[in-house]
C-alpha cells in the first residue's frame, strides 16, 4: 500500500502511528510511512524524525528504513546532513549516534559518495 500510495495512504498511516501506544505497531507503521516512492511523501516522512510524533529513541528506525528505500536514499542523506546539529542536541550522548553515518554506508556504497561520507566518522 505505502510503496505506491498517495498523499491519503500517507496520512491515514501517520494518523495510526501518532495514535498508536504499541511500540512494535509504531515501529511497523514507521516501516510503511518511510516506503514511498513520491518525493513529497518521502520528505514528509523524513520531517517527522525531529517532529514530537517519533520518539528521539526511535529516531534511528526512521532513518535506517528510510535509507533501505531506494527512493529515499538520496533525500534521506541531504535530510541527515541538514539535520546532523540536530541528531547531535538530541541523541549524541547516545550510543547509537555514532552509528548513523554506517547506517548511510550500508545503502548507498559509491566511492564518492564515501568521500563525502567520510568526515561524519
Known amino acids: 500500500m ?3 500510495g498517495g498523499q491519503k495512504e500517507f496520512n491515514k498511516l501517520l494518523k495510526l502511528h501518532n495514535t498508536s501506544k504499541n511500540s512494535e505497531e509504531r515501529l511497523a507503521l514507521c516501516a510503511a ?3 514511498f516512492k ?3 511523501l ?3 516522512a523524513l520531517s517527522q524524525i525531529t517532529s514530537k510524533s517519533v520518539r528521539l529513541q526511535d529516531a534511528s528506525y526512521w532513518l535506517i528504513y528510510s535509507f533501505m528505500n531506494q527512493f ?3 533525500r534521506t542523506w541531504q535530510w541527515l546532513v541538514d539535520n546532523w546539529t540536530w541528531l547531535e542536541k538530541n541523541l549524541g550522548n547516545d550510543m547509537s549516534f555514532s552509528r548513523f ?3 548511510a554506508a550500508r545503502f548507498i ?3 564518492v ?3 563525502v561520507i567520510k568526515p561524519f566518522q
Open 33 to 35: 510511512l518511510t516506503s
Open 113 to 115: 559518495f564515501w568521500l
Open 72 to 74: 529515499a536514499r538520496d
Open 42 to 44: 518521502i520528505d514528509q
Open 109 to 111: 556504497v559509491t566511492l
Open 38 to 40: 513520491k518525493l513529497p
Open 101 to 103: 553515518p554506517v547506517y
Open 2 to 4: 505505502a510503496r505506491l
